[in-house]
């Protein structure tokens, strides 16, 4: 493979993961290497390569059609929020350890942890979250940690179910924030760890109750 053609996987595979994740592409969508390649004005064979990288992260699935855009079970969401709990509890434990002042300056500036931000739309709310939790990571100090959990966490249902938090279920979870940021702040690492790893499931029970 030339790398003219590397260089093109990469970028259809960035832009339909996207699509993905983000919710412009839904669950149990079918889709056509050709529709592709005409939307996203790239050739067949990048597209393909894309679609079999995408295959093997889970996001799609192949079918005797193609490929299909991936709906997790319960089950599913469940087990994926499970490792996530175990990656960003070990990366909060290390960022209380190991974080500058340059990172801890960085997660403040963010502001998700402020109360106010409950109040946002909840595309906003979702990114600065994403933002947090990868400011956290950046902070361990890990980068196959880091890496590790962002194959693991970075699902449709994280921009879909957000859209559905109520105000509290918002609030609460900026206030877990909150927490984690104090932690990380005072050096605790079985303070950080501890609050990672709660914020983490409940927003699996809160998942779980919006797909009911």
């Known amino acids: 493979m030339t790398e003219a ?5 990469d970028e259809a595979h960035r832009r339909i993961r996207a699509d ?3 919710g412009r592409i839904r ?5 056509v290497a050709n529709d592709l390649a005409q939307q996203l004005e790239i050739s067949r064979t990048p597209i393909r390569e894309a679609l079999q990288l995408l295959a093997s992260e889970g996001l799609v699935v192949a079918t005797r059609r193609g490929f299909v855009v991936r709906e997790h079970s319960s089950e599913e969401i469940r087990y994926i929020y499970e490792v996530r709990a175990a990656l960003e509890e070990m990366a909060s434990r290390l960022a209380a350890e190991r974080a500058t002042d340059e990172h801890i300056a960085a997660l403040e500036r963010l502001g998700a942890h402020t ?3 409950a109040d ?3 595309d906003v709310i ?3 979250n994403n933002a947090f939790h990868e400011a956290v990571m950046t902070a361990a100090g890990n980068p196959r940690l880091h890496s590790i959990n962002s194959r693991n966490s970075e699902h449709f249902f994280n921009y879909n179910i957000a859209k559905l938090y109520s105000h509290d ?3 609460r979870a900026i206030h877990e924030h909150e927490l984690l940021l104090k932690a990380i702040k ?4 079985d303070d950080a760890a501890k609050a990672a790893r709660e914020h983490v499931m409940n927003a699996l029970e809160v998942t779980l109750r919006k797909l009911r």
């Open 120 to 122: 946002s739309p909840r």
């Open 115 to 117: 109360e106010t931000v």
């Open 20 to 22: 993905i994740i983000e």
């Open 5 to 9: 053609t590397l260089s093109l996987t």
């Open 169 to 171: 279920e918002a609030a």
């Open 186 to 189: 005072s050096r605790s690492g």
């Open 126 to 128: 979702v990114d600065l």
């Open 27 to 31: 669950p149990n969508m079918h889709l």
